[in-house]
């Protein structure tokens, strides 16, 4: 359960959200970018103006690309895991 101590704090200016668990919204733009993990070559570029929550984009994605499937079993999207391919589903169990 979340304290209304750790509700009114949520919003954390200039502090990159390393947490899975504290990270919300960019659905769309973490599955995008776990995505292009696994396409040979690919450079994902994240931009925007600042404040908008790109660094903890980014360190998502870096514990994404390290094997951290936490974040993407929340968005259910475990497909996407790096080591993975994206489409196939593992049936053995």
Do not use: C, W
């Amino acid at each position: 359960m979340i304290t209304r101590s750790e509700l009114m704090n949520a919003f954390q200016p200039a502090t990159e959200l390393e947490d899975p668990e504290r990270f919300a919204g960019r659905e769309r733009q973490v599955r995008e970018l776990a995505d292009a993990l696994h396409v040979v070559g690919s450079v994902p570029l994240i931009y925007g103006d600042r404040g908008l929550g790109k660094s903890s984009l980014a360190l998502q994605l870096r514990l994404i690309a390290m094997g951290d499937i936490e974040l993407l079993a929340d968005l259910d999207s475990e497909r996407l895991a790096v080591g993975t391919a994206p489409g196939l589903v593992d049936t053995r169990g």
